[in-house]
């Protein structure tokens, strides 16, 4: 096994851990890496405040002929778990005074300020319940309203000279029909764009970039060196190569020489839906953050009735996306709270899962704070990634 050891704080009989389940974690980390499903693996977990268990297995690189091991503060694009950072902004600006979560978008954004999307309110945005159109693969179906196709597309055809003024937000609201996928609050279905939205709301009230918000009210307070939004070349040095595209995108951050080819970083649409890169120490670290009620190492980034706010059941909808038959699908505002058979998590958990795939997970009943990392090596989505992880951890509290 490929293993390297991170920094710690204490060990974890200290706060109450069984340190021989690690080496489960380990095993089981491994039998997914041999089995194809993932390159390699990082996590950081702590309890009470102390970090126990920071580790990584794996191979940093997905060439076979390069053995170098991945590190605990390997890099890797946290995709949806983004959310979760773009959350505490928007109830940072509720706790200002700034916005509130049930005012309609169109105050803000004019672009809502008409039928039907008149009546979409930022928790409903937050909650997954707008009744916009969902992240494609969500249905089956192939006539999915794709909103970044709808920009892409309004952008080509923009000409030349107004290109300057487009307007990605009216180019994205552009739907056919009525604009929703069903009528708003009666399901839960996962719409990462309506946390993009919910960037363009924090650049409208603050008259800053959301990245920068973000990294300068949450990022930078908390110590995270290794999460931002644009790779610098020493994290784009440290950070997991997947495939070949990734590689030569890493190469042209450390030799200065990227070019935007997408249409959402041409344009600077916000990436508050999944744009984050990041390491599981630093993640853990923001976990810690909402376990302690906002406030972590005397720094303050939040307040409590917020958090409490954010970590209290707030919707309970059908949830049929991604072929779940489910009558109740639990979610807190920007983190999921789902809980049933396939855990053993305390019922007061919340959390918060990423493409491809790393996850985070805040049990406040148990004081543990559990990030991971683990890049798929294939298509898919692999459950003993997530879950199964989650459990093995868990098994370890004394």
């Given at each position: ?8 704080d ?18 089981h ?6 089995d ?8 950081c977990v ?7 268990a ?9 060439r076979k002929d390069?053995?170098t091991p ?5 890099v890797?694009y946290?995709?949806?778990?983004t959310k979760?950072?773009?959350a505490?902004?928007?109830m940072?600006?509720v706790e200002d ?7 309609p ?5 004019p ?8 009546g979409?309110?930022p928790y409903?945005l937050?909650?997954h319940t707008?009744?916009m159109?969902?992240?494609d693969?969500c ?5 999915q ?5 709808m920009?892409?597309?309004a952008?080509k055809?923009?000409d030349?000279s ?5 307007d ?8 056919i029909?009525?604009?929703f996928?069903v009528?708003p ?6 719409c990462s764009?309506?946390?993009v939205?919910l960037g363009?709301m924090?650049?409208?009230i603050?008259?800053?970039s959301?990245?920068?918000?973000i990294?300068?009210?949450?990022c930078k ?5 290794d999460t931002?939004?644009d ?5 784009a040095k440290?950070s997991i190569v997947?495939?070949e595209?990734g590689e030569?995108?890493?190469?042209e951050?450390?030799n200065?020489?990227?070019?935007p080819?997408?249409i959402?970083e041409?344009l600077?649409?916000?990436s508050?839906g ?5 390491t599981?120490?630093?993640v853990?670290?923001?976990?810690k953050?909402?376990l302690f009620?906002g406030t972590?190492?005397g720094?303050r980034v939040?307040?409590?009735i917020?958090?409490e706010?954010?970590?209290?059941l707030a919707?309970s ?6 072929g779940a038959k489910?009558k109740e ?5 920007g983190?999921?709270?789902r809980?049933?058979?396939a855990f ?5 958990t919340?959390m918060h899962e990423g493409s491809g ?6 049990d406040?009943k148990?004081?543990?704070?559990a990030?991971?990392i683990?890049p798929?090596?294939?298509e898919?989505?692999f459950?003993r990634?997530?879950?199964n992880v989650q459990?093995?951890i868990w098994?370890?509290?004394l």
């Open positions: 096994m490929l293993y390297t050891q991170g920094k710690i204490c060990k974890p009989i200290d706060v109450g851990y069984d340190e021989k389940r690690l080496d489960v974690l380990n095993t980390l491994q039998r997914l890496i041999d194809g499903e993932i390159q390699c693996a990082t996590y702590s309890r009470k405040g102390k970090v126990f920071h580790g990584a297995v794996g191979k940093k690189s997905f390069d053995n991945v590190q605990p503060d390997s890797r946290i995709a949806s778990i979760t950072f773009t505490v902004a928007i940072k600006l005074g700034l916005m509130r979560l049930d005012i978008v169109g105050e803000v954004l672009q809502f300020n008409t039928p039907p999307y008149n979409v309110t409903q937050l909650t707008s009744g159109h969902t992240d693969g249905f089956d179906n192939k006539y309203t794709n909103y970044w196709k920009i892409h597309d952008y055809l923009c030349e107004k290109k300057n003024d487009f990605w937000i009216k180019a994205a609201l552009g739907t029909g009525s604009g996928r009528k609050d009666t399901e839960w279905a996962y764009f309506g946390f939205i363009a924090i650049e409208k603050t008259g800053m959301a990245h920068k918000y990294e300068d009210n949450i307070p908390l110590g995270l060196k931002a939004f790779l610098t070349p020493d994290m440290r997947s495939d595209d030569k995108y890493l190469s951050i450390i200065g020489t990227h070019k080819q997408w959402g041409m600077n649409i916000p508050t999944g744009g984050l890169e990041s599981a120490f630093d853990n670290r923001f976990g953050m909402m009620n972590l190492d720094v939040l307040g409590r917020a958090v706010k954010m970590t209290t919707v909808y059908p949830n049929y996306t991604w489910e699908r639990y979610y807190g505002i983190f999921d709270m809980n049933g058979p053993t998590m305390s019922r007061s919340y795939a790393c996850s985070l997970y805040i406040p148990e004081d543990i704070v990030a991971w683990v798929f090596a294939k898919g989505w459950h990634a997530q879950f459990n093995i098994s370890g509290l």
